[in-house]
């Protein structure tokens, strides 16, 4: 059974810091290229930061800097740390593997208060 799970979310107050984390399982974690998307209310889903099989990254401009995308793949995780928060980062943060194995989980709520 495929499981995206994150975890790591919460509320923060503006300028702290978060770690999220995605512990997959149920996919072929190496082949897959992972990410990591958030939806705010109102608004659309969007890509913030992308991890190639092979470790290359991406990122959406408004985090570029202050976050980082990391994964383990003898630990089949994936986790976003996020610096420097601001209250625009409020959101639903999710896990999403594609590539091989097109993925989500249910997602972590990421707080920030100004």
């Known amino acids: 059974q495929v499981q995206l799970v994150e975890s790591g979310g919460g509320l923060v107050q503006a300028g702290g810091s978060l770690r999220l984390s995605c512990a997959a399982s149920?996919?072929?974690?190496?082949?897959?290229?992972m990410a990591w998307y958030r939806q705010a209310p109102g608004k659309q889903r969007e890509s913030v930061a992308v991890?190639?099989?092979?470790?290359?990254?991406n990122y959406d401009a408004s985090v570029k800097g202050r976050f980082t995308i990391s994964r383990d793949n003898v630990k089949n995780t994936v986790s976003l740390q996020m610096n420097s928060l601001k209250a625009e980062d409020t959101a639903i943060y999710y896990c999403?593997?594609?590539?091989?194995?097109?993925?989500w989980g249910q997602g972590t709520q990421v707080t920030v208060s100004s």
């Open positions: 991890i190639s099989s092979g470790g290359i990254t």
């Open positions: 149920g996919i072929v974690f190496r082949s897959n290229a």
């Open positions: 999403r593997s594609f590539g091989r194995d097109y993925y």
